[in-house]
């Protein structure tokens, strides 16, 4: 009985303390439906949406009505249904953009951070450079220079955001550098590849996953945002910056064009927002001790 | 002080350098030949072999990449960042004439997410816990995660067309910079209440919190004079950070409201392909980015005379 008790105290359980924490809190919870939702809506955007995205199913600029939630786009086409494909460009950015700048970035910060000396100087100058743009601005250097389009789009945001993984990763090694286990898992032979694959990245692991859950969100702002300029995806792609940028010129007649993308964007913005927030306080190690 | 100024300066050549060497490479070590990308992007020409061969010669394209960069670094340290393919004239010309109006939308946005966000973040950390609380954070997470171009848009429908009040577009009035102003400054106003409040509230904790407590001062004389002085310290970190923020903000807050600024310049610049433009206002941004953060950085260290001091 009281060995039965001692298993279930045992050490592989922080992941379930860390759930029941997460799931405490209402605004992660709600965030995770939110998010949630808008997957299962982009996976089966072909079964939910009424009408075909880039199809000209009714007269130009009607307004929202029983035919057409969302109302119809400048050449006729249902906003609803633009709106759902959106969301399937939108939050594959999110993911994209994460990855390109989320591995380049956390590589980065983590051979800064474990080898230090000229390794860091190099690395650390070369990061501290790209922070000095604001990152809309380095997203705008990269579309200079490989042209706007989708995909560009993409790989700009990515780069935008990897100075930031860099910065995070570097520091949360330097402060696990030191610990005896590093030192342990060195002296037992490990390779430099394998400490810091196997002691060092596992322990970083938590503020890594929480800047990526918000990152994803900022993902999608800024690529909306460089849609909208006209720097990102092309006409006509079904993308919510554009699809706003596109119903700019006729805000005044017909209001529902710009507006209901945005309000799409704002609500998976805030679900990875409140999901990454929740996941902070849900793996912050200082009260996984307490 | 005088030494601390300096050597923040002198922190700054290579962060400099790398800048320009990084706008110098993007441009010039990634896929696509510029001089290609202008005569594609040129009305119309047909592309020829001598046009090509022509064009990067005038652009200096044929010279070894380290030559090319030592001539565009020692150009632009001169102020001469080449001319502009499409308007024929130099691109520092065209920067500053429109820095002027981008400046003054990101200074009145600053002013915007001041006078909003700093009572809110204040009386957040004063009433923590109550419904002022809760608005402010729930106010300051909604306008993190907006568009930009969305808000400006729902702005102008509601007080440009439903009211009246203010013009949709344009620039140069004081009618005119108000809803591009409010736009910018809403979405820092949130993120500065909330640094303002956790920074209150951290302060709130201090020994001599308690004491102007304990000798009877009036509550508002405590946040005010006690809690908000020291407070103050790291969101002036933070606001050159967001005015960095705002700055590039007006990038997209020019286009939605068609203001000429320097935001629009390079917007247009990379979708007509004025690659000459383009390289040499975002090094421009950047530096004055920089500068707006050195700035910052000095005027923490005349606050706070431990920075000056540490290291």
Same mark, same amino acid.
């Given at each position: ?43 089966? +955007? ?14 130009? /600029?009607?307004?929202?009505? +029983? ?50 000396? !000229? ?15 604001? @990152? ?47 030192? +342990? +898992?060195?002296?037992?032979?490990? @390779? ?47 993308? !919510? ?6 119903? /700019? ?17 704002? @609500? ?23 | ?8 300066? $002198? ?12 706008v110098f490479a993007v441009m010039h ?44 670094? $020692? ?31 990101a200074v009145a946005g600053l002013v ?8 809110? &973040? ?10 002022? *609380? ?72 201090? *020994? ?35 005015? &960095? ?28 392909? *004025? ?8 090094? $421009? ?27």
């Amino acid at each position: 009985m009281a060995i039965e008790s001692m298993e279930i105290e045992g050490p592989e359980r922080p992941w379930r303390m860390a759930s029941v924490r997460y799931l405490a809190q209402p605004g992660a919870v709600i965030g995770l439906v939110i998010l949630l939702g808008w997957i299962v809506v982009a996976l089966l +955007a072909p079964l939910i949406a009424p009408y075909d995205p880039s199809e000209l199913v009714s007269r130009a /600029r009607q307004a929202p009505s +029983a035919a057409h939630w969302l109302g119809t786009d400048m050449l006729g086409r249902d906003v609803l249904s633009r709106v759902i494909y959106g969301s399937r460009i939108s939050i594959s950015l999110g993911l994209i953009a994460v990855a390109l700048g989320g591995i380049p970035g956390v590589i980065l910060g983590l051979l800064a951070g474990y080898f230090g000396g !000229w390794v860091d100087v190099v690395i650390s100058r070369f990061v501290d450079a790209l922070l000095a743009f604001p @990152s809309i601005l380095l997203a705008l250097v990269v579309i200079a220079a490989l042209g706007p389009s989708i995909q560009n789009m993409m790989i700009a945001v990515g780069i935008a955001t990897l100075p930031d993984y860099a910065r995070l990763v570097r520091g949360s090694v330097l402060a696990v550098k030191s610990q005896p286990y590093v030192e +342990a +898992a060195r002296l037992v032979g490990n @390779s430099h590849l394998r400490t810091m694959a196997r002691h060092i990245l596992i322990n970083v692991n938590a503020p890594i996953v929480v800047l990526a859950t918000l990152q994803v969100g900022s993902a999608i702002l800024i690529g909306a945002g460089l849609s909208f300029l006209g720097l990102g995806a092309q006409p006509p792609t079904p993308e !919510w910056g554009l699809m706003s940028a596109e119903g /700019r010129q006729m805000l005044q007649r017909a209001w529902w064009i710009s507006t209901f993308p945005g309000v799409a964007i704002l @609500s998976v913005v805030i679900a990875c927002n409140l999901v990454g927030d929740g996941l902070r306080t849900a793996l912050d190690p200082k009260m996984r001790m307490g | 002080m005088g030494r601390y100024v300096l050597g923040r300066l $002198f922190q700054l050549v290579p962060v400099l350098i790398l800048i320009s060497l990084i706008v110098f490479a993007v441009m010039h070590l990634l896929p696509g030949d510029p001089a290609l990308l202008m005569l594609a992007g040129a009305e119309g020409g047909a592309i020829t072999p001598e046009r090509l061969n022509e064009l990067r010669e005038q652009m200096g394209l044929n010279d070894p990449l380290a030559v090319q960069y030592m001539n565009f670094v $020692f150009n632009a340290v001169q102020g001469d960042l080449g001319s502009s393919i499409r308007f024929q004239v130099p691109v520092t010309e065209l920067i500053l004439d429109r820095f002027g109006s981008t400046m003054e939308l990101a200074v009145a946005g600053l002013v915007v997410a001041i006078a909003i966000g700093m009572p809110l &973040g204040m009386i957040a950390a004063a009433r923590k816990g109550g419904w002022i *609380d809760t608005l402010c954070m729930t106010l300051s997470y909604v306008g993190s995660s907006m568009p930009v171009y969305w808000l400006g848009l729902l702005l102008v429908l509601l007080f440009s067309f439903t009211l009246g009040w203010f013009p949709s577009a344009g620039g140069g009035s004081f009618q005119a910079l108000v809803l591009p102003a409010v736009t910018l400054g809403l979405l820092s106003a949130g993120v500065l209440a909330r640094l303002i409040r956790s920074s209150m509230l951290e302060v709130a904790t201090e *020994d001599y919190m308690r004491t102007a407590r304990a000798k009877g001062l009036p509550p508002r004389l405590i946040i005010l004079r006690h809690g908000l002085k020291n407070a103050m310290i790291p969101v002036l970190t933070m606001m050159g950070l967001q005015f &960095g923020a705002l700055l590039a903000g007006t990038v997209v807050t020019e286009t939605v409201f068609s203001r000429p600024g320097l935001g629009r310049l390079i917007v247009n610049a990379i979708l007509a392909k *004025d690659y000459p433009l383009v390289q040499g206002s975002i090094l $421009f941004l950047a530096v004055v980015y920089l500068l707006v953060n050195l700035a910052v950085d000095i005027a923490y260290g005349w606050l706070d005379p431990r920075i000056r001091y540490g290291h």
